[in-house]
């Protein structure tokens, strides 16, 4: 099975890119989290049954074994489009059915498979028009699919069909064809910008690790995926795992290192068993291990689970992990391209960052320059959630604007209610009002530091009008201070102390000197924190004070929720000409608050009323108003 050199392998690519051709239709089921989650698993089987009941000469997915022209079932990678999922696309066809179920699978044959035809009731439906392929489907179109797009269009695990369609060419050039040198100079040229948050130049931190005299060097691949709602990372571990590796063995070439690590959190159970699937498969095929494809160079790759802490996103705590010490930060410099891992010259990139790599040396740095802007050419992967019909992973060039994003990819505001802001970059981020000048703003690096947000990995929370930004606030606040691993006293203390002032606002009991005091500890917190997750840590509140500062007025000032989120804040009261006394209200009151008699208004008592809401929720005549 291992490839004993560059002839054998680019013979090994023919024979599996012909298999691919023999498979004349294609049903691929959604094999991501997502819709595993809801019962892709039980499709997929039922696929499987369908075909051994009927005799078929069908295979599941025993590429290279067949030598006519077969139908191919498959678990793909994540297609995206998580609102809608199951998801199950037929080829040819590019035909994309949505919330799949294994009861629809017998007509998916039959029709479909059988008959080319499809069944009209499992498509994609948008005011008032049904869309058959998937490129016709709203959310599709605007999107410009460079780092997914194998994702949802082939087996995650299988070697072959990555092989198949090209994968691990870019690969053998870079071992084959060009020097180190030139490997990084071409990642150099194409402006490649780490997709982990920061932004900082690729290939820059590339030709620092290539400059020190220390010839141990290693290749780190973050994916630790911590922030609330992003799952980019997961998805291409998921869905495409050999792209990423090819990623992290081009930049071993480019700077000589013979092992490499991929830190992932446990709470990521298929990436880690899908990575381990690739790993293994790529030794047996000799793409990993000593003197590969014959040549002088040799290269592993293990795996080291993390524990789910938000800390171990950032590189020294990372590599502090992989250690076997608690991940902590430490002070910088010496940085992690001069003494990163076991204090050896690292690189240090994220699972998007990596897996951009392959099509940078395949196509050229002119190639990846031609998508996005000047200063942030490629496209950026975005996890869309929140108040927005269409929910998924998207990816679009740099430079997208917010408007195209949340109108046009996502569908626009759930239940037609109006937007407010977008939190962008996770709990490092920021949150972006609604007007003019946001709406329009270009998504790079460069023009969200510019308005006060990073780009982050890319997790991207819509909020509508009942959103309250003083509990958003709080709640990022809160999820950064428990993530604190606790090393420096402004991150400790400081965010213990935001989160404190920001709970007591919300519960009524805010000042206006706590607003003052609020942004002195922000900024105290940014200048003198040790690691960027305390750096960026008072984003959220510093954003919110600038575009919300009228609703913590209304909190401190007005002792009011103007959203009605903070239960503190609101009350239910009975409308005496609306209620007809049927004391409905009364029996489904948990706490005995409601008292009244029959046939007359009824009376909460505001002393006993713990804002549950199970009165307004039982009254028949809206005559309970939360106020």
């Excluded at 510019?450 to 709640?475: H, K, N, P, Q, Y």
Aim: with cysteine; aromatic share 8%.
């Amino acid at each position: 099975m291992k490839i004993p050199s560059l002839a054998a392998f680019q013979k090994r690519q023919m024979d599996c890119a012909k298999a691919l051709k023999l498979e004349h239709k294609k049903i691929l089921v959604c094999g991501g989290t997502g819709c595993v989650a809801g019962g892709s698993l039980d499709i997929y089987a039922a696929f499987q049954e369908i075909i051994k009941k009927g005799n078929f000469s069908f295979v599941d997915v025993q590429l290279e074994k067949e030598e006519k022209p077969h139908v191919s079932v498959k678990k793909s990678g994540c297609h995206g489009f998580c609102e809608m999922g199951p998801l199950v696309r037929i080829e040819p066809y590019g035909i994309l059915y949505v919330k799949v179920t294994k009861e629809d699978v017998a007509e998916i044959f039959q029709e479909t498979i059988l008959k080319g035809k499809p069944v009209k009731r499992l498509l994609y439906h948008f005011n008032g028009k049904n869309h058959t392929t998937e490129k016709d489907i709203p959310f599709y179109k605007k999107q410009r699919r460079e780092v997914l797009q194998h994702c949802g269009l082939i087996d995650a695990e299988s070697i072959e069909e990555y092989i198949g369609i090209g994968g691990y060419t870019a690969f053998t050039k870079a071992l084959f064809q060009m020097s180190s040198d030139e490997v990084i100079e071409e990642v150099v040229l194409s402006k490649l910008r780490g997709r982990g948050g920061g932004g900082f130049p690729t290939g820059k931190k590339w030709m620092q690790v290539a400059r020190q005299k220390e010839t141990t060097r290693y290749v780190v691949c973050n994916g630790d995926e911590g922030d609330p709602g992003a799952f980019m990372d997961r998805s291409v571990m998921e869905g495409d795992p050999h792209r990423m590796l090819e990623g992290m063995l081009i930049a071993a070439v480019a700077v000589r290192a013979t092992e490499g690590f991929i830190y992932v959190r446990a709470e990521y159970p298929l990436a880690v068993t899908r990575l381990r699937n690739a790993i293994e498969q790529a030794r047996e095929w000799g793409l990993l291990g000593k003197n590969i494809l014959g040549s002088d160079f040799s290269f592993d790759i293990k795996i080291n689970q993390g524990a789910g802490a938000f800390v171990c996103g950032e590189g020294s705590a990372l590599t502090a992990s992989i250690e076997g010490d608690r991940g902590m930060p430490r002070v910088k410099p010496p940085r992690t391209v001069e003494q990163g891992l076991f204090s050896k010259p690292t690189i240090l990139n994220n699972v998007e960052t990596f897996a951009n790599l392959p099509s940078i040396i395949l196509n050229g740095n002119e190639w990846f320059r031609s998508m996005g802007t000047p200063s942030s050419p490629g496209t950026k992967a975005f996890a869309l959630t929140g108040n927005v019909n269409n929910t998924g992973l998207i990816e679009v060039p740099m430079g997208t604007n917010l408007k195209e994003i949340i109108y046009e990819i996502g569908g626009g505001i759930k239940n037609g209610k109006d937007f407010k802001a977008v939190q962008i970059g996770g709990p490092s981020g920021g949150c972006l009002c609604l007007d003019k000048e946001h709406l329009d703003l270009p998504l790079d690096f460069d023009s969200l530091k510019s308005a006060g947000a990073m780009i982050g990995s890319g997790g991207l929370v819509v909020m509508d009008s009942d959103t309250c930004m003083v509990e958003v606030a709080r709640f990022f606040m809160s999820f950064t201070q428990r993530e604190s691993c606790g090393k420096c006293v402004p991150c400790r203390e400081g965010t213990l102390r935001m989160l404190n002032i920001l709970e007591n606002i919300t519960k009524g009991k805010g000042t206006l000197e706590d607003l003052d005091l609020l942004e002195e500890l922000a900024e105290t917190i940014t200048d003198t924190a040790l690691c960027g997750l305390g750096k960026t840590a008072s984003l959220p509140v510093i954003s919110t004070l600038k575009y919300f500062r009228d609703e913590y007025l209304a909190h401190i000032v007005d002792k009011k929720c103007p959203t009605k989120t903070c239960k503190s804040l609101s009350s239910y009261v009975i409308v005496a000409d609306k209620c007809k006394g049927c004391s409905k209200c009364s029996r489904g009151c948990p706490v005995n608050a409601i008292s009244g008699t029959i046939k007359e208004p009824f009376v909460i008592d505001q002393a006993k009323c713990i804002k549950c809401g199970a009165c307004k929720d039982a009254c028949s005549f809206a005559a309970i108003e939360e106020v």
